[in-house]
């Protein structure tokens, strides 16, 4: 199993790098990219034997892109009670899984909640911006729950949003 976890988290890093380095305004574009890399990378938690928080919080975070992506392709926004849904989701599901609240749990939260604003955006400047908050977290995540072959997806994710930034987003401005 644990050389299938490996598959998967490969297979979700590769969908992440495509997202990270689509041009512009297609964020539908984005939005597909980035739910199959968390089912993906959730299922390789998952097969990989530790990091149930990780995988409970990335499953909910693919459902999350889901319904992203269709408020997206109807050129809808997202209505703020479906944000504050989310964000009572994310800590409802990871007090529940982790059996209670602890550091690493808070710290599941935390990189969930910052995943909320990476779906969010309208551009894939501002897209960019908040994978490399959100992976950050993930790593530190990764390590402190001993989950490597996501780690290692994690990390290069993270490189590939930076060379998307230094590709698309150099000269503009983003505001936060």
């Excluded at 910052?114 to 501002?126: D, E, N, R």
């Excluded at 897209?127 to 959100?134: E, K």
């Excluded at 995540?141 to 987003?169: E, K, P």
């Amino acid at each position: 199993m644990q050389v299938l976890s490996y598959v998967l988290s490969l297979l979700g890093l590769a969908s992440m790098i495509c997202a990270s380095l689509v041009k512009g305004e297609k964020m539908k574009t984005i939005l597909f990219l980035v739910f199959c890399g968390n089912v993906l990378v959730a299922t390789s938690y998952l097969l990989g034997g530790s990091g149930i928080n990780g995988a409970a919080a990335c499953y909910l975070g693919g459902l999350q892109t889901l319904i992203n992506y269709f408020f997206d392709s109807k050129n809808k926004p997202l209505p703020r009670w479906l944000i504050a849904c989310y964000a009572v989701a994310i800590i409802v599901l990871n007090i529940w899984v982790a059996g209670g609240v602890s550091a690493l749990g808070i710290l599941v939260i935390v990189a969930s909640l910052t995943f909320i604003l990476c779906i969010g955006q309208k551009s894939g400047a501002k897209y960019r911006f908040w994978t490399l908050v959100n992976m950050s977290l993930w790593c530190i995540y990764d390590i402190l729950s001993q989950s490597y072959s996501v780690l290692i997806t994690h990390i290069v994710q993270l490189g590939f949003a930076l060379v998307g930034m230094l590709i698309h987003d150099r000269k503009k401005e983003i505001t936060i």
